[in-house]
């Protein structure tokens, strides 16, 4: 099998989940080799994603480490054969590569959570919107790259206005919605659009207000993406060199805590939005 170059998270995602699995069972490499009928580089190339790794052999593998879940096991070998070539493939070699995996994070996602603090949430960006943050960005963009990204942008929606749209439950700091990222009319387009998607059935959008007394965990951005089972879900946050996805078990567990905790303080559905349309005479 011909080796990978450049690894997609997913399929990084899949070798960190058979490390965690032959760790767990006390196992080397070499063990683990000697258990398959492969040398041990074989294992360290699966373990790092730039080797596949067959339905077969993930099977074998998972039986030797003594899994026992089955449900993880499938969830596993979905993630080994997956061939999906997605619209976002006609972007490498144009985009940074974390754009197309957020791309495909999107796709197999099955929810997804946000707290957005000084930006309106990218899926919920109007064009102007995006155009304006993709203009303010250190070093400059040229003008191509700049569209290129908002095409990108606008092409992630159908993971929320598409046939199949996920859940999405977005919770928006006030600041972010007075932040004038571009004109007036940008950030009164901007929540206009805000209030019309949040009236379908599978998204929520609700407002972290100013006058919130002693709350501190509305301090940071973050994203938290459903997988097919809780132990395969995914944090997305934003670092300057790009999106960076974390997936250890207790990180996972705490974000879902905080998410919890800043949903539980956030204004309701109905007062966000009468809030929101408020905002929006204000500007």
């Known amino acids: 099998m011909a080796l990978r170059n450049e690894p997609t998270a997913r399929q990084l995602r899949l070798a960190v989940e058979l490390r965690r699995l032959r760790e767990a069972a006390g196992l080397t490499a070499r063990q683990a080799a000697a258990l398959l009928g492969v040398t041990a580089p074989v294992i360290s190339q699966i373990e790092s994603g730039i080797a596949g ?38 972007y490498r070699g144009l985009l940074p590569t974390s754009f197309l995996d957020l791309s495909e994070l999107d796709h197999h996602s099955s929810f997804r959570h946000e707290v957005a603090i000084l930006f309106v949430p990218g899926l919920l960006q109007t064009e102007d919107y995006a155009r304006a943050v993709f203009s303010s960005r250190i070093p400059e963009l040229t003008a191509e790259e700049i569209e ?41 387009a901007q929540l206009t659009r805000i209030l019309h998607l949040s009236e379908a059935d599978h998204l929520t959008v609700r407002v972290i207000p100013f006058d919130l007394d002693g709350f501190a965990r509305a301090s940071s951005t973050m994203a938290y993406v459903g997988g097919p089972l809780p132990k395969l879900d ?19 567990g705490a974000y879902r805590t905080r998410f919890r905790k800043v949903e539980a303080v956030a204004l309701g559905p109905e007062q966000s939005r009468d809030f929101i349309h408020k905002l929006t005479k204000e500007l």
Do not use: K
């Not at 159908?158 to 972010?176: C, K, Q, R, T, W």
């Not at 934003?238 to 997936?247: E, Q």
């Open 148 to 188: 290129l990204r908002i095409r990108h942008r606008v092409a992630r929606r159908a993971v929320i206005e598409g046939p199949s749209p996920v859940p999405y439950n977005v919770l928006i700091h006030e600041a972010a919605l007075r932040i004038r990222v571009g004109d007036r009319a940008t950030s009164q």
């Open 234 to 252: 995914t944090v997305v946050r934003d670092a300057p060199h790009g999106s960076v996805f974390i997936d250890s078990e207790a990180q996972l």
């Open 53 to 90: 790794v067959s339905e077969q052999r993930l099977r074998r593998l998972a039986s030797h480490y003594a899994c026992t879940d089955d449900q993880f096991i499938d969830a596993l070998v979905a993630m080994a054969t997956d061939r999906t070539r997605g619209w976002w493939e006609e």
